[in-house]
């Protein structure tokens, strides 16, 4: 029984080790990884679609599926390989806009709570103020906004690997 939970405390701890390195490698790395990644997605989906266009033109194949997942693919990888900043500008650009009309229509809601008197009022209109600003900083700005996400997240992982590791030392001492 003490050999088996030593073998899986060591798993443990060392799944918390490698949770911790990415989280520095997130942290400091944070929009290099994430542009290094969209380049190499980019020339996969660039690859496969030569592949399914050399398919098309050269196999005689009747269909024109492999044309337009070929095209799209060859658009795609091209556009993520040269500029994957505009790729990944893309996705903090679309939720913030989604956080603004989000935040607008909720902003509706949190009025007729004032008119109504009611004391959550003042807790929905500082919610809704933050989504608006949150929104708003996310479309002005996405590669700086992307960024300070994914800093989070790497911290976020350093403290929780940090976090369950002292807790399974601790856990440790009274199994024992």
């Not at 500082?126 to 996400?149: E, Y």
């Amino acid at each position: 029984m003490k050999n088996k939970l030593f073998t899986s405390n060591v798993d443990f701890l060392l799944s918390n080790a490698i949770l911790f390195v990415t989280g520095l490698i997130v942290t400091f790395f944070n929009i290099h990884l994430v542009l290094t990644a969209s380049r190499i997605i980019g020339i996969v989906s660039l690859t496969l679609g030569i592949y399914l266009l050399y398919i098309f033109f050269f196999k005689q194949i009747t269909g024109s599926s492999p044309f337009f997942i070929g095209f799209m693919c060859f658009i795609t990888g091209l556009i993520m390989a040269i500029k994957p900043d505009l790729v990944i500008s893309f996705l903090p650009m679309v939720i913030g806009v989604i956080l603004i009309i989000g935040s607008l229509l909720q902003l509706k809601k949190t009025l007729l709570l004032r008119y109504n008197k009611d004391s959550f009022f003042t807790v929905m209109l500082v919610i809704n103020i933050l989504f608006l600003i949150a929104g708003l900083s996310l479309f002005l700005d996405p590669i700086q906004s992307l960024s300070n996400i994914i800093k989070i997240v790497g911290i976020l992982m350093i403290l929780y690997s940090i976090y369950s590791t002292v807790g399974a030392l601790l856990a440790d001492k009274y199994i024992n």
